[in-house]
């Protein structure tokens, strides 16, 4: 599990989530600072900026060591433009773990649009945690795409929820397709759009009851956008998870674009999972 570190606060809130995931689901972490070449602190000397992320990764290194003595951690200093060496080192992880909405003095790494670049590319699941984040949460949410055969979200929100001890919701947002030509007098088929898209979360439900026994699965279909309904149901969550690059056949639910708006309204930990990840631990689909 590699946790991204540049000394902010969102930082640490990525550390914390991390070290307290790695208390249920033991993962060695390492502890990544990437230097984007030709960047200094504000108002520091062009060539003391290496020393600040080395000095972020050392408080990151001893805090992990002290908040959870038994924890393995590695040290790893990265040179070169963050997002790229973000994802290049998740090809060789399980999961990805990074902060946002930081505040603190090394604005060039984990800041800004970054945790939804590196998202959109890595190799492996991505969680992003919102500074600030504390432990809690009654409940895992996990998206339903449209398209059955994309599992992977499934299988890593349900690992989650096993692990967490908590009842897994599956929101399955749905929308009358602009292209059933209403304006032109064609009747919408409300009953088979309902019973299409009930049938697509029924079947999700049922294959995560199968799998995982002994969590509480429910399925919630939600008319309406996709985004919206996942951060609503999300509001009092541990973690939600959302799929990225999905196409389906009814409609498109967890897109681009919907992971997009869901981390920019984030209500919890979002972890965000390609479309084929790697089988691994708690982060693929099984544990």
């Not at 640490?12 to 990437?34: H, I």
């Not at 939804?116 to 984040?133: S, T």
């Amino acid at each position: 599990m590699i946790v991204a570190v540049d000394g902010g606060p969102a930082s640490r809130a990525a550390l914390d989530w991390a070290l307290a995931r790695a208390r249920s689901a033991p993962l060695p972490l390492e502890l990544t600072t990437v230097v984007e070449l030709g960047w200094s602190p504000p108002g520091g000397p062009v060539d003391d900026f290496q020393p600040a992320y080395e000095r972020a990764l050392a408080d990151a290194a001893a805090y992990a060591e002290r908040s959870f003595p038994g924890v393995k951690t590695t040290s790893v200093v990265r040179r070169g433009a963050p997002v790229d060496e973000l994802v290049r080192a998740s090809a060789d992880a399980e999961l990805l773990v990074i902060g946002t909405n930081k505040t603190g003095p090394l604005v060039g790494a984990v800041y800004g649009t970054l945790p939804l670049r590196v998202a959109a590319h890595a190799g492996c699941p991505v969680a992003v945690i919102p500074a600030g984040w504390t432990a809690g949460g009654d409940m895992v949410v996990v998206g339903v795409e449209d398209d059955l055969t994309v599992d992977a979200p499934l299988a890593v929100a349900a690992a989650e929820a096993a692990a967490l001890g908590l009842p897994l919701t599956l929101v399955h947002a749905w929308s009358i397709p602009a292209t059933l030509g209403v304006d032109f007098g064609a009747t919408v088929p409300f009953d088979a759009l309902i019973e299409a898209h009930s049938e697509i979360l029924e079947h999700a439900t049922a294959k995560v009851r199968s799998s995982h026994p002994a969590i509480t699965a429910t399925g919630q279909l939600i008319q309406g956008a996709a985004a919206p309904a996942l951060v609503a149901e999300a509001a009092s969550a541990a973690v939600l998870v959302v799929g990225t690059h999905g196409r389906g056949a009814v409609a498109g639910l967890i897109l681009g674009s919907v992971s997009h708006d869901v981390l920019l309204n984030m209500p919890c930990p979002i972890i965000i999972v390609p479309r084929l990840p790697r089988p691994a631990g708690r982060s693929g689909a099984s544990r």
